[in-house]
């Protein structure tokens, strides 16, 4: 076994580096309590604004009982914001940039390159109040789907973009795998046992979940260390905003032979997880339990620090209590982590028919926060009487699996955030930000933050219409047409069974019949096609002066991309009729067309540095300093993209594809490979009257799995020129295709 001695430095490191961050003044003001330092938000709006980030001045104010709040005043030249913590002056920073400057910061695409050398005097004074204290951000799969691999300049970035919109409470993963790594060799594991129990970084978030276990493993001491090292520094950043780190709760992920290790310490086998073995559950009722936990929150201390929220799920997505009572269960684990962290909330996430009343009446509900993910996909809800008035965080889960899709249920977000909020007994405390991934659907992740820091109910087509002028830095007709258009397509799917967009069948395993990429998304359009294609052509219209923004190219080339994407619906079944009949010229036509997009899709999304698949491996190949380790890396960020896991999981469980989206060097060389093969056979079986070959899909996708080219990592081509090229491609009017209905995920 590896020498501890690196790991004790590490801890001892960790350790003084907290003790340092707590001897420092502290980031954000007790309520009514003293003013704090802006050095953070400065060096924020530094990185952010460079060039104009001297022309504002931040004023620190105590937080009010009534909570956060930020004011906007000032003079040309001379912007005052004042507010309730650093992350908060930041927020009234951005509300000066859409409101007054009028140019937009947006994840991903940005407008500031407009902004003129002196700013323009802000719109009168301004103060907002935070309609709800809980502004939470992240879902649990984020570090798997939005990339495991990133460094501190993605997170950093990541951090800013989460302040400059109103959030104070951030999911941090990051470096969980060393919590559990340093608590269980207490507990009679060697770290060997260990770091083949933990899996790659890319699929630990299904393992914190209790879903599954040493998958793209084993893991090096190094990398749990590096891990360790950045969650730390995410969390200590958050800490310097006044943003509160939601970290990693215990609630009994045990490995195999944990009893034979630990008399008394009581398991309860979780059976499976769409084809994956699940790990063992420790009775939270036993005193083994307590002595893990206690540990546990030890060792996180030394690593992270404390907080004052900690997330964890008890029995998620079909896991077992056995012949445990969850309600006792629940006690013990609220138990656990009040005695490690008195007064800490316990956050789970409202999912399925997670968190259980068994769980919310065992426990004080004050000490509860759940983020509900299914705020904006069911009709009839009523979270009040479901959860027994614990309260809860008004949320949404736009993007699954980190699709390159457009669109969400912006409607019924801004219909249905003020009623619940406002109605007499609600429990709505907060908002909660959970797509799958990150990194797509700018103007949603804008609305939506949005919420939490207005009065009254949005005007959802006067938003639209406002976003549209400041997304790329100044008025323009055929920008407004373009977005009006989106907003009542796309950005105005009803709620009731989705809550995001269709995928792509370009995507999709090859069959004739598919309706969809991952087994999980919308069957069929969930918008009229024609509402996206009508936007691209008003967008390739747009004054020339605007397309020098970052965020009109990103815009562009996700709108073409999406029109393309949309094709293959319409296209597919003409290409099955022609086969289904015979019709080898029609099948041939088809089948001409279906590759040819591809290779224009491919060729468009090579033109934006945030579409390729470059960037994804090579930050996966960064954190290894072996061959070995690289090449472990490398497959676990492709395989998350592609059969997600090992054959039965891919092709049982119903995980290929689950994380699809298009990207240059993943459309050419994985999509299209698929879809050429497949099609070339159904051509053959028409030419010789004999039924297709049979393909090993699961053999041909893992063994790009196991690839190691490359990719390229800087864009090419000119994203206007290949925009317009795919509107040409497209036929000048899709056929109807109808509302997607069906089982919901």
């Known amino acids: ?90 927020s009234g920073v951005n509300w000066y940039l859409k409101y007054s400057a009028k140019v937009d910061v947006g994840w991903p695409g940005r407008s500031t390159a407009k902004l003129p050398r002196t700013l323009p005097a802000p719109d009168g004074p301004v103060r907002r109040q935070a309609s709800v204290p809980h502004r939470f951000a992240l879902n649990d799969t984020d570090d798997g789907y939005s990339g495991a691999y990133r460094d501190w300049a993605s997170y950093e970035e990541q951090i800013d973009l989460l302040a400059l919109h109103g959030v104070n409470e951030v999911f941090v993963q990051m470096g969980a795998d060393a919590v559990y790594y340093a608590t269980l060799q207490e507990f009679g594991y060697s770290a060997g046992e260990l770091r083949a129990w933990i899996p790659g970084p890319a699929h630990q978030p299904w393992w914190l979940m209790q879903n599954m276990s040493g998958f793209a493993g084993p893991v090096s001491q190094r990398l749990i260390e590096d891990r360790a090292a950045l969650g730390r520094r995410i969390a200590n950043r958050l800490r310097e905003l006044g943003m509160t780190p939601v970290l990693p709760g215990y609630y009994g992920t045990v490995p195999p032979g944990f009893t034979e290790r630990n008399p008394g310490g009581t398991v309860v086998p979780q059976g499976t997880w769409v084809g994956f073995e699940r790990p063992d559950w420790l009775d939270p009722r036993t005193a083994v339990f307590s002595r893990v936990a206690a540990s546990f929150y030890r060792h996180q201390r030394e690593l992270f620090g404390d907080s004052a929220m900690y997330k964890m799920d008890l029995l998620h997505e079909g896991g077992r209590p056995g012949n445990v009572p969850v309600g006792d269960a629940a006690r013990a684990v609220m138990n656990a982590l009040q005695s490690a962290r008195p007064g800490a909330v316990w956050t789970l996430i409202g999912w399925q028919n997670n968190p259980s009343t068994q769980i919310i009446d065992a426990v004080d509900k004050r000490r509860l926060l759940i983020v509900d993910g299914l705020s904006d996909r069911y009709d009839g809800l009523d979270r009040e009487t479901t959860w027994h008035g614990a309260p809860y965080a008004f949320g949404t889960i736009p993007n699954f699996g980190g699709h390159t899709t457009v669109g969400a249920n912006t409607a019924v977000w801004t219909e249905r955030f003020e009623r619940w909020h406002t109605k007499p007994g609600s429990a709505l405390s907060g908002i909660a930000y959970l797509p799958e991934g990150t990194g797509g659907n700018p103007v949603a992740y804008e609305l939506f933050t949005e919420l939490a820091w207005r009065t009254g109910p949005v005007d959802q087509a006067a938003w639209f219409s406002a976003y549209a002028r400041r997304r790329y830095g100044g008025p323009d007709p055929h920008a407004a047409r373009a977005w009006e258009l989106l907003r009542t397509g796309p950005y105005s799917t009803p709620s009731g069974t989705w809550s995001e967009s269709q995928d792509s069948l370009f995507t999709a395993r090859p069959r004739l019949t598919a309706t969809s990429a991952a087994s999980w998304s919308p069957g069929a359009m969930r918008y009229d096609p024609a509402a996206v294609r009508e936007a691209l052509a008003e967008l390739l219209q747009v004054a020339p002066e605007l397309r020098t923004t970052d965020a009109y190219r990103f815009d562009l080339v996700d709108l073409a991309r999406q029109a393309l994407a949309n094709r293959s619906r319409s296209l597919l079944p003409e290409i099955k009729a022609a086969y289904d009949t015979g019709d080898l010229p029609r099948f041939r036509a088809g089948a001409a067309e279906w590759k040819s997009d591809m290779t224009l899709l491919d060729r468009l999304l090579a033109t934006d540095t945030r579409f390729l698949l470059g960037p994804w491996l090579a930050d996966a190949r960064s954190w290894g300093r072996t061959a070995a380790e690289k090449a472990a890396a490398e497959f676990d960020a492709r395989s998350i993209l592609t059969t997600w896991g090992h054959r039965s999981g891919s092709d049982t469980g119903g995980l290929r594809d689950y994380a699809n989206r298009e990207w240059s060097g993943l459309v050419s060389g994985f999509y299209a490979v698929r879809w050429t093969k497949f099609l070339d056979s159904l051509d053959t079986a028409l030419v010789t009257g004999r039924p297709p070959a049979a393909i090993d899909w699961f053999g041909l996708e893992n063994a790009w799995n196991e690839r190691h080219d490359p990719g390229p990592v800087a864009p090419s081509g000119d994203p206007v020129a290949v925009a317009a090229a795919v509107l040409d491609a497209l036929p000048a009017a899709a056929p109807p295709v109808p509302a997607a209905s069906g089982t919901a995920r």
């Open 1 to 90: 076994m590896r020498s501890l001695r690196p790991w004790a430095a590490l801890c001892a490191a960790v350790a003084l580096a907290l003790l340092t961050t707590a001897l420092t003044p502290a980031a954000a003001a007790p309520p009514d309590g003293p003013a704090f330092s802006t050095h953070s938000a400065r060096a924020a709006l530094a990185r952010l604004l460079p060039r104009h980030a001297s022309q504002f001045t931040l004023v620190p104010v105590g937080r009010p009982a009534s909570g956060d709040w930020f004011g906007v005043s000032g003079r040309a030249g001379r912007v005052r914001v004042t507010g309730t913590s650093p992350a908060v002056l930041l």
